[in-house]
Structures are given as C-alpha cells and as structure tokens.
C-alpha cells in the first residue's frame, strides 16, 4: 500500500480544515525552526514524543506576515509549539523544505530523539512583558530597523534583539512566551516599520551577542 503523500501547506494560503486530520490532541507537537532565507519559517507537525516521530504536515511562511498567526492557531488546535535549532527528523527531509543553517559552525547532525534548542540569554535580556505597550523602536532610520528572533534553551520561548544596523547599536533585548508573547511582538514591531527575521543565532559582532547570549558550548556526548 503507498503511503499517502506528506501536506506541505503555504501560509499565504492555509487551509479552512484542520492541519491535524485524525492526530489526536495529546500527541499534535509542532517544530519551528529557522532556515537560511531568514525572512522565512518552515514548521514540522508531528506526532511526538512516540518511538517513531510521524510528520503530519509542513507549513511554510513568512515570518512578519505569518509566524503570529501560525503560532496562535497551533495553541488553538491543542498542539505544543516548540522553537528549535534542528528538529528531531531525518536531515533529508528537513532539507527537502529548507536548509537549516549551520549553527557556531558546527555541521547539521540530526538529533536522535529530542530537537536542539537554542542559546541562553544574559541578564541584559529583558521580559517582553515589561517592554508591552511601550514603543521599542524610537529614532532609528526606518530602514535601518532589524528585530532578529531566534530559539532559545527553552524551545517554548524566544529571543528577539532590535538592532539599529546604520548606527550597529542594539535597541532592545527582550524574551518572551512563544504562544503568549510571540504574535504581540512581530505585530508591534511591524507596526514600528521595523524588519523581522529568524535566525539560529542573532547576526551580530561576537563581542555584541555575548552581552545578550551566552557562549554555545556543544552538548557533551555520552560516553562509549
């Protein structure tokens, strides 16, 4: 029997039915994950944790355009929404849909069970909570305003880092709740004519980013 061929939604066009078709509530898990045209998402639905991850879906979109919404329609449909590096899903796969970018130079290895999450942020990262309803971008060039996103070690939160790229001068520092904070932030900062992009890791100096993110050390290996 062949297996039937995988739902590879475009954002810019979803669908009126259900992602999900018969996966059940406790098992709808959904990876976002980075690639390289930055602008851009690729989100893998899943049913997982199990033995064998199954994909019940891909969807693709922009992320000022269609990450929020994407993101608040997961938690409508009961599925845990994760934000990691790499998901725990064949390297053939994910590539077929988007190349993940190499993360502090290592090569891509394809998890073994679990996704790789992200950074760890400093104490100059403030909660998104305490920055809501105040303006993030003042007077910056509009063209020069970029808000970077990006994973972190708690794949259910994210980093964003409003970056001023004529003056190379960071903005705000903020990280909030994926399906709490998520939308509320690339709308505001839309709002404000600002740039969003999704990154492995912010594209800033390394003597800048270390103020806001701790050096990625490798997970150790486990011993033979």
């Not at 259910?156 to 004529?166: C, P, Q």
């Not at 903005?171 to 994926?178: E, I, M, R, T, W």
């Amino acid at each position: 029997m062949s297996t039937p061929p995988l739902p590879v939604y475009e954002l810019d066009n979803p669908p009126q039915e259900s992602f999900w078709r018969s996966a059940s509530l406790t098992s709808r898990h959904v990876f976002i994950v980075p690639i390289v045209e930055s602008s851009s998402f690729v989100a893998f639905g899943t049913r997982w944790p199990s033995s064998l991850v199954e994909v019940c879906f891909v969807a693709r979109g922009k992320v000022e355009e269609h990450l929020g919404d994407f993101v608040a329609r997961m938690t409508r449909d009961e599925a845990q929404v994760e934000l990691c590096l790499w998901p725990p899903l064949p390297k053939a796969l994910v590539e077929q849909f988007g190349t993940i970018p190499p993360y502090e130079g290592h090569e891509y290895e394809p998890p073994s069970g679990t996704p790789v999450r992200g950074a760890t942020t400093t104490s100059n990262v403030q909660p998104y909570s305490r920055l809501r309803g105040t303006p993030l971008w003042t007077d910056e060039d509009i063209t020069s305003r970029y808000t970077y996103l990006a994973p972190l070690s708690d794949s259910s939160t994210f980093l964003a880092i409003g970056y001023d790229k004529s003056t190379q001068r960071v903005v705000f520092a903020a990280q909030g709740s994926l399906t709490g904070d998520l939308g509320d932030l690339i709308a505001q900062v839309v709002e404000e004519q600002s740039f969003v992009e999704l990154h492995g890791r912010p594209p800033l100096p390394p003597g800048v980013l270390d103020l806001y993110v701790e050096p990625y050390t490798p997970a150790p290996q486990p011993s033979l």
